[in-house]
């Protein structure tokens, strides 16, 4: 567990299952500085360390998660460029919390950049926007998701649940489609 102010980030391009203690990154949540690297000098720090470091000065996160899941992409690709993807009449939906499976939960999309510290700019404008108030994610266009929740329990969790209600989506589109 870190200290208050700072986060433990994985390096990018190493499979999650494999990182050890000694891989991780410690970021300083208030201004993104890497204030101990690995001792594998060759391990890189993620281009979305300052998206993690938003979500936890903004949401009050203890743990966010990025996902390149082929049903977060497909089911934002549902949605016009603007509007967010709602889930509704879905069991799975009380597994967020603080929701019900007769709510309409909003999750925003945001349009995809090259880079991932691009995206910074429409991350702070959905995290401020208070339709998202309920939210534990964000959706990026052609992408994949970022995920969070109080600690990495949560988050994964909310992870599973996302993931599920995407899948879920997903599929009703393609039974509701004509032959």
């Not at 567990?1 to 949540?29: S, Y």
């Not at 899941?69 to 879905?90: R, T, Y």
């Not at 990495?152 to 993931?163: D, G, L, Q």
Request: net charge positive.
């Amino acid at each position: 567990m870190c200290e208050p102010g700072k986060v433990f980030i994985a390096p990018t391009g190493v499979h999650k299952e494999r990182v050890v203690p000694a891989d991780l990154f410690v970021v300083d949540t208030r201004n993104g500085a890497v204030l101990t690297t690995p001792s594998n000098r060759a391990l890189k720090l993620s281009e979305c360390s300052p998206i993690f470091c938003e979500i936890i000065r903004t949401k009050g996160a203890g743990s966010v998660m990025h996902s390149h899941a082929l049903s977060a992409v497909l089911a934002g690709d549902l949605v016009p460029s603007s509007q967010p993807l709602v889930f509704e009449q879905l069991e799975m939906l009380k597994g967020i919390k603080g929701a019900s499976n007769q709510d309409k939960h909003a999750v925003a999309i945001i349009e995809n950049t090259s880079h991932e510290p691009d995206l910074l700019h429409q991350m702070r404008r959905v995290l401020a926007d208070p339709a998202y108030a309920k939210s534990y994610c964000i959706l990026v266009r052609d992408h994949g998701a970022y995920i969070w929740g109080r600690d990495i329990w949560e988050t994964k969790r909310h992870a599973e649940i996302y993931h599920f209600l995407c899948d879920a989506t997903v599929a009703r589109a393609q039974h509701r489609r004509p032959s």
